[in-house]
């Protein structure tokens, strides 16, 4: 089991106003911060997903967010691509994972693969 997650980012600043904007409408927060280098997000009073400041060039991630319905993967997205965020796969069933894998991607400004992911199905 994972505690939490750190990704590197260029800009914390740009970041930080990016996921500020996506990650609420999963009920995820902007809890903390060490001093201008590091912003920690979770739910209270728990952060799980940290960026850091970083120079260097940075690796591929991808890190998948469980939203509570397909609304809120589709707000999420639509909250994403208004902050900046490049589309990297729109909202939509993902059926070659399971039939009801219901997700949206998007690059964030490091190009990061940021999904929210629903597996709920509806009836």
């Not at 994972?2 to 740009?14: A, P, Y």
């Not at 799980?48 to 970083?54: C, P, V």
């Not at 059926?95 to 709920?120: R, S």
Request: aromatic share 12%; proline share 6%.
């Amino acid at each position: 089991m994972l505690d939490h997650v750190t990704i590197g980012v260029r800009d914390i600043e740009k970041s930080r106003i990016f996921y500020d904007a996506v990650l609420h409408i999963l009920g995820i927060e902007h809890l903390y911060a060490e001093g201008e280098t590091f912003a920690g997000y979770g739910i209270r009073p728990k952060a799980f997903f940290w960026i850091g400041q970083r120079t260097g060039p940075q690796t591929g991630t991808h890190i998948a967010f469980v939203a509570k319905n397909r609304e809120a993967v589709d707000r999420f997205h639509q909250a994403a691509l208004a902050a900046g965020g490049i589309d990297n796969g729109p909202p939509g069933l993902r059926p070659h994972y399971h039939p009801d894998y219901y997700g949206a991607f998007i690059l964030d400004p490091d190009g990061h693969n940021i999904e929210a992911v629903c597996h709920l199905s509806v009836i």
